[in-house]
């Protein structure tokens, strides 16, 4: 826990640790003032009947059954002033530390990049480089430097996201089509050209999409399952329609959730903690960005826990809603 969210939970346990002596010397104080009442009668010399002593006290034990309605009353606002101070604190910490996570994260994204091309050029400019190299320098110099430009304008995305909704051009296609055409496209990127998809394309299946926003989303799952599942790890893409919805599952061979919260997959910045992934290039913002583009859709997406028995992985759902909003159940289209 960090300094501040700790100052405050202290500070705020305080305060309901004095508020609960103020009401436990109330309560003390109220049961016990038919007894003080009486006393003070005596010492002025003044004598009560039995009844009007009866009634003393029962002024008194109605004004302490009153007490003891407004204080628990009072307790239950406590308690749950308590559990939102403790949600708050939990979202101020979960904050803070997405943007610890977001800080290390792009600064080893954007230290790598400059300093392979400033290696690069450097080299070039000193004329270590043998020419028939030259061109070879210079092809990774601009890698690196479009991997930079990436890197800010995911960041300039992430911020339009988390203001605005994304602006789409939905229209009524086929998602067996959009995902077979997308998958091509992807595929001509060299980091997941390696990848060894496996496609289950059931459709025609009419949505309203983005043929962009769908190409995003399999561009970022098969860039996951290429860092985390290996170069040459299978993929398996399966499209089909569970009543209302279309749905588009990828599966990866990578390490799984292992024990993770799914539901933390798809905030911004979120990355495992283990090694294995960790170690992985990247800015925790893929998932995020399908999460994103899923809403725009009226979709959502889910992620789970691939079985062991069949090889284990992440498997990330995407639903979509039918574009005729008709219910259809296909022969093997069950998810």
């Known amino acids: 826990m960090v300094r501040g969210p700790r100052r405050k939970l202290y500070t705020y346990m305080a305060v309901t640790v004095l508020y609960a002596l103020v009401i436990a010397w109330w309560i003390v104080f109220f049961s016990r003032q ?33 007490f003891a309605f407004e204080g628990a009353f009072l307790g239950l606002l406590l308690a749950a002033s308590v559990v939102l101070v403790l949600r708050s604190l939990h979202r101020e ?39 028939d190299k030259r061109e070879r320098y210079l092809a990774h110099a601009r890698e690196d430097l479009e991997r930079l430009h990436r890197l800010v304008d995911e960041m300039l995305l992430t911020a339009r996201m988390q203001s605005v909704s994304p602006q789409l051009t939905l ?60 170069a040459s790890s299978r993929v398996d893409i399966s499209v089909g329609c569970l009543g209302r919805d279309a749905f588009l599952k990828v599966r990866d061979r990578g390490p799984g959730l292992r024990g993770q919260d799914p539901r933390a997959l798809f905030e911004p910045f979120v990355r495992g903690g283990e090694k294995l992934v960790s170690d992985q290039p990247g800015s925790g913002l893929g998932l995020y960005f399908v999460s994103e583009l899923a809403k725009a859709h009226r979709g959502r997406v889910t992620a789970r826990e691939a079985p ?17 909003g008709a219910a259809a159940t296909r022969e093997g289209d069950r998810a």
């Open 171 to 230: 229209e009524e296609h086929d998602l067996a089509h959009l995902v077979e055409r997308g998958v091509q496209n992807v595929q001509s990127d060299p980091a997941v050209a390696t990848l060894a998809i496996q496609l289950d394309l059931r459709g025609p299946l009419p949505v309203r999409a983005d043929p962009r926003s769908i190409e995003t989303v399999l561009r970022n799952l098969l860039s996951n399952a290429h860092k985390y599942g290996g």
């Open 93 to 131: 910490i979960a904050l803070q530390s997405s943007q610890k996570n977001m800080l290390s994260a792009f600064t080893h994204e954007l230290k790598s990049p400059i300093a392979s091309a400033k290696l690069y050029l450097e080299s070039l400019h000193q004329g270590r480089v043998e020419p």
């Open 308 to 324: 062991a028995a069949s090889g284990g992985g992440l498997e990330v759902d995407l639903r979509l809603p039918l574009a005729d």
């Open 34 to 66: 038919d007894e003080i009442l009486l006393g003070r009668m005596q010492r002025l010399g003044a004598e009560l009947t039995p009844a009007q002593s009866r009634a003393l006290t029962e002024a008194t034990d109605d004004s302490m059954r009153m």
